[in-house]
């Protein structure tokens, strides 16, 4: 089976490249476009691998390039979406790689290589530093640089801390604005799915013009795009889609799957009409109808938990993908003006300010009350008929408070920033230097308004409602005589007069809706100050080696990192259902210096055709760790011409940031799966014992799908984490073929002494996994209930975890003139004439492995083959180019991934998790089409149309996964069409 599903998946490469695909992705060959009139050769284009500019087949570190009209081609204006699409990076931090979030993350989009994490990897603008997008956190939102602004992307796929800085440890994504441009430029373009669904449009401006005889330039970027709002539940192969135990299970290791996916997975303890429970036993009574009638609940096909289940119809159950947010609305405007002026023949002054907004409307489920009121037999929302179905038993209830309305999160993001320079060149006796310095300024705002939130003291004093003696419906916390016993008044009440609340159907009124209910604003504000200088020159004019002069390349970086995260004072007084947030600020400064070499030892030698070696050394001064030192060295060694090899091996760090080492003990919830459940205990050899050591009861059902308090903390105390990754490549560039380049890189890269919180469902899982015995460290972390649910998880940040992977990237690029090779037969292709350009890039994963704790390595977390994550992957581009018309063929691959968790369970046959075990290999076809009309009418001087489908084959997302998180590398909508136009003037 092994053999044949690797047979199948070469073949799919070759017909992606050979005969269908071409790619998205340009190297530097031919990444800059050049008037579809001209089918000329096209100059090789300088990339930024390092701070000693040399193409990318010419240095150690490999590069891959996005380019310009891969991206105005793609059919969407979400960047980070199309940069997601290179196999070396990951989709898990996009839009919808964050959304459904219950937090701040609603419409960021993080570039996440290597799928280490976004913090990980660099992402620059023009080879310098942008402001983060989110509180504490030095990740860059590409949202707040527009796909209208881009030239090309340059990705560096090795770790490059010690030429970039801090964040670099995976790699640096470098994204190259448009500049120096002269003319107009007006783009207006749409797209949507064939369902109508997924919805986009954009317009965007481009003005330049040169002045003062060529001296100066200035350039300005206008532009707005809008998205339209995804639900799940708009996903047919999403919508209500789960798992159920499979009750012809027999055990563990039986063959028999333990879990099966099955549609029609509803909540039946949850209801927007609510759901009376019993309140000793906590079985459901009754559902109810929107007056409140008391209906019979429907019964379950198979059940997933406690409070899930599958259903053949449930009209009174809640379907949780109605409050799911894949895509945010989202409207996004902006500008950016880039100015350059030779104040002499050798210095040039610059400046690039932009300000971006984003308008973002996002929001989870409603809050919902899952059995933790009591209602009184006098309640008097009790009518009749539910006194009669009750029949005197004690009730509580379980629903989701709908009438009051989703916790909407609506986001504004403001994003300014400047860079004010100048540059130049130096001559001196002892070498020309080139140099450049600048100050950069960057600020993020993000104001949250948040609505639909409960006031848990008003809910529970407005249910707790009685018929005063006047006969009106009060709350029992208004009304004396009502007041039993021992009655006392619910604790975080407001100083509102209480209006009655009823919990049965949705009868309520405006008063009591805003009685129980609160709205909120919060603001993230994120500063970043950082002045540079470089500076680059070479030995030429005082010193050769046999290959050349020596080239290098050094400067010095101050940055200073700010965040400070300013929350609702009603929240922070405890009041809310929402978790007390503190105020947080943080901030720290760095100092640091950076020195890179490079040193061609020979050159046009027999068997040497070229032969360098490479080095860089950075050492920062940080506030908070202290001094850390980054460095690497390289070498690039080609016998022949025609065959290159090359490699690179490094160390890396990465200081904490605002969040990892400031965060104040704050409150939040958390999701886990309980361990000592019933359909868990057998996951792990030693669970049994430990569970029943924690008195746990045996054939335990837990309750884990609700939400758990918890606080999380920062750690001043956190170290810098460290990495060490080599690679190691061939390149061929064989002269008997023209225009054909391969490049195949093989990459290690380990984390130690990593950063990361100690992940609620890792405390646990080590409390209970732990060989001897329960484990007293982890298992004071967190608390259960006299029910035995858990309650209540304390997390923070240590330097505890350990990351590993290893992999192959290749790249296959070809450029080639049709005329050329038809000279000599003129039929050739049909008389078919033009330019042919195609590139393939590929990833062979072979680890990818979290260790929660470096320390105890038989507790590994294997990623590799699972959803995110597959073995193989490629992404591919074809054009072909004639006169004024091009025709493009883009492929995108993804290896067949599994459902279950891949890591090895002494015993257990992970593979019976879940049915169907794996997501079959997914391949997206892509095709664009586009038109120039050079010398048209009226005042442009020329107009290019394009049109394209995207998943022309209609793919649909894999039924049962989430849509956002890991599965976000699928196609979430089938078949999409694309169009627009673009007129220069």
Sequence with gaps: MIEKRQGLMNTTVLAGFVGVAGLAFADSAWAQETPQSQPTEIEEVVITGSRIPRPNLEQPTPVATVSREAIETAGTQNLGDIIAELPALSANDTVRGNSDSFGDSGGLNFANLRSLGAARTLTLIDGKRHVGGDAGNAAVDLNAIPAALVD?????????????????VTGVVNIILKDDFEGGEITVQGSGAESGDGREWAINGLYGRNFNSGRGNVTATLFYDHSDQVLASDIGALKNWGTIVNPANTGPADGIPNRITVPNVLTDYLDENGVILDWNTFDIISALTNDGSPVPQAQRLGTNSFAFGQFDECETCTALDDYIVLVPKTDRYGTNIRLRYDLTSNITAYLDAKYVRSEIEDFVQPSFTFGDYFIEADNAFITPEIAAVVAGRDITFGRFNEDVGVRRNDITRETYRAVAGLRGDLETGFADFKWDLSYNYGETRNEFRGSGTLIPGNYAAAIDSVVAPDGSIQCRVNVPSAQYDGYEAPEGLTSDTCVPFNPFGRQNTASAIDYVSHDSIRTHTITQEVLSGLFNFDTSKFFNLQGGPVAFAGGFEYRKETSENINDPFVKSGLSDTAPQPDAYGEFDVTEGFLEFNAPLLADLPWAYRLSIDGAYRYADYSTVGGAEAWKVGAI???????????????????????????????????VTDPCDVDNIDLDPDRAANCAAAGVPANFNSNTNASIEGFSSGNPDLEAEEAKSWTAGVVLQPRWVRGLSFTADYYDIQIDNAISLVGAQDIIDNCYDASGGLDPSFCSLFTRGADSNIDFIETTFINAAALTTRGWDFELAYTRNLEEIAEANPAMFGGLRGRLTGVLTANKLEELNFFAFADRPDEIDVEQGEIGDPEWSFKSRLTWQNGPLALTWATRYEDRVARFDVTPTPGVNTEENAFPAYVPAQTYHDFVVRYRIDNAPWIAKGIELFAGVNNITDKEMPYGLTGNGASSTYDLYGRQFFGGIRASF
């Design 152 to 168: 090309r992307v340059e990705v560096i796929t090795g770790g490059a801390s010690a030429v970039y800085g801090s964040d670099a």
């Design 637 to 671: 060694y080609a016998p022949v011409r025609d065959i290159t090899f090359r490699g690179t091996y490094s160390r890396a760090v990465r200081a904490p940031n605002i969040t990892e080492a400031f965060l104040p003990s704050s409150a939040g919830f958390f999701s």
